[in-house]
């Protein structure tokens, strides 16, 4: 292999299927360094790719200082770039597709901006100014804004950015913080890097995201929910248990709504019942979930506990539900509703005068 002993940049280059983009991309990241006079090396981390990916970057490492990492299988975009990071020589490291819809002039910018101390972490960013997105439909553009902006709601860390949800970055290596933390699974890397790792300030730099223009995209559906799921596991607990609060009020409502409209039950059962079950789903939801590390002791007194911890909220609750229901609004769902609201207002204020006055 061509190798560079001290380089300045690990550029790695997460591939799966790539054999017709890879020389271009290997070629311009050389023009583009070399001519900026910045020491560099690229780790491809091909996932066994059938196209024979590998096979080419191999060949290329003759002539460029390219390492490549092959892996048995496709273990996923985020894994595969923990793993060049794992095999980077350089304290700066960049992250990059390898179809071109990044470009490589870019690295040397980034570069500059990360040696100047004062960013810790630069994203190529879509969206500052300067920056933006070439050929998408209007609803490509939706769907990315909108996980952008779920990002940004339920990973505060990420509010930051603009672009929190970028594939091209790059950041000292300390910044990533442990790298046995980081989630493997999934796409979005940068996000897992911002929720978890340890660095001051993070920088934004515009470019111009264009199509792909061989090869195809390896975003699938599935890939979709790994991001939602992720995202709400970045997700701080007061956001998680309010996540389970809002999934608890659909689900006493549902509950309600079949024993009255289904089973025919009186609005007094209907409406137990309807608490009851929304407070064992909360508690199974915060549980398995929200506090998932901070479980002790057997369940049956986290369970107690719980109930107990709601107690006034559940009387008002259903005092609440019971007397609208009767005297002002004559139906079981909206009764209901009321007095959720009730209850939460009770919680809030017993919470706040007297757990955290
Ligand atoms: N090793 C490996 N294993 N590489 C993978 C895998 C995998 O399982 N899945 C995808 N890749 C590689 C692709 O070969 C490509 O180099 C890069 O990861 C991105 O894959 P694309 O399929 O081109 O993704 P995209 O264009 O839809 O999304 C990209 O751009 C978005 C916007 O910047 C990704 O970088 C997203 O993370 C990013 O949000
Ligand atoms: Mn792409």
């Known amino acids: ?101 990044h470009p490589p002039e870019l690295i040397p910018r980034l570069y500059q901006r990360l040696a100047q101390g004062g960013c810790d972490i630069v994203v190529a960013s879509r969206y500052v100014r300067g920056g933006e997105v070439r050929g998408w439909s209007v609803f490509r553009r939706l769907v990315s804004r909108a996980a952008t902006m779920l990002a940004r709601v339920l990973v505060p860390q990420a509010r930051k950015v603009n672009d929190p949800l970028s594939g091209y970055f790059m950041f000292k290596k300390d910044a990533i913080g442990r790298l046995n933390h980081i989630n493997p699974r999934g796409f979005k890397i940068l996000l897992e890097i911002l929720a978890k790792g340890r660095y001051r300030r993070v920088c934004e730099e515009p470019y111009s995201f264009g199509l792909r223009v061989r090869g195809s995209s390896k975003l699938s559906s599935k890939v979709m929910w790994d991001f939602v799921v992720q995202t709400l596991n970045l997700s701080p607990d007061y956001l998680k248990f309010a996540i389970v609060g809002a999934s608890g009020t659909l689900v006493n409502l549902g509950v309600v709504a079949l024993c009255r409209y289904v089973l025919g039950l009186l609005h007094e059962v209907a409406s137990a019942l309807g608490i009851e079950v929304s407070v064992i789903n909360n508690f199974v939801l915060n549980d398995l979930w929200t506090f998932r590390s901070r479980r002790m002791g057997p369940w049956p007194l986290r369970l107690a506990k719980f109930h107990l911890s709601t107690l006034a909220s559940i009387l008002v609750q259903y005092a609440t539900s019971i007397v609208a229901f009767h005297y002002v609004i004559h139906e079981s769902v909206i009764s209901q509703f009321l007095g959720i609201v ?4 009770v919680n809030y204020t017993v919470s706040r005068r007297f757990v955290w006055r």
């Open 1 to 101: 292999m061509c190798e560079v002993k001290h380089p300045n940049v690990s550029v790695v280059v997460p591939t799966y299927n790539e054999r017709d983009n890879i020389e271009e991309l290997i070629t311009r990241i050389d023009r583009a360094l070399s001519s900026a006079k910045i020491p560099y090396e690229v780790v491809v981390v091909d996932d066994n790719s059938p196209d024979g990916t590998a096979e080419v970057a191999s060949r290329l490492s003759t002539r460029y200082p390219v390492k490549v990492i092959k892996r048995p299988g496709k273990l996923g975009l985020s894994s595969a770039v923990i793993e060049g990071v794992r095999n980077s020589a350089a304290d700066a490291i960049a992250v990059m597709d390898a179809d071109l819809q």
């Open 342 to 345: 009730a209850g939460f207002i």
